[in-house]
């Protein structure tokens, strides 16, 4: 069983930035954490992706938040953040993050894992 527990959210005021931090933890041995990403879903709408980390270094962000979202992370470590900036109210929504984890070397797709998620609200 992984855990990911995601900090960081808050309110702020439109132009403002944030910091989410996000770590994962096992409650066993496990082989290889595959990648990290982030989520969020506002009220009443689907969730949506935001970015991720893989193994290999790669990192990359969705296109409606290029420019002004920063992802980074250390998929060995089980860490990721997410630095976001020039917020706006379309950015309000529960943001989460998640890992795809390999319990084993002979596990053959990976398991999704989850936060609780964290609450970002911009508003003036």
């Known amino acids: 069983q992984v855990q990911l527990v995601e900090t960081g959210g808050g309110l702020v005021q439109p132009g403002g930035s944030l910091r989410l931090s996000c770590t994962a933890s096992a409650s066993r041995i496990i082989y290889k954490i595959n990648g990290m990403g982030w989520y969020r879903q506002a009220p009443g709408k689907q969730r949506e992706w935001v970015a991720s980390?893989?193994?290999?270094?790669?990192?990359t962000v969705a296109y409606s938040v290029k420019g002004r979202f920063t992802v980074a992370g250390d998929t060995n470590k089980g860490t990721m953040y997410l630095e976001m900036n020039s917020l706006n109210p379309t950015d309000t929504a529960v943001y989460y993050c998640?890992?795809?984890?390999?319990?084993?070397?002979?596990?053959?797709?990976?398991?999704?894992?989850w936060g609780q998620g964290t609450q970002v609200t911009v508003s003036s």
């Open positions: 998640y890992a795809q984890v390999y319990d084993t070397a002979w596990t053959p797709r990976p398991d999704d894992y």
């Open positions: 980390v893989n193994s290999d270094g790669g990192e």
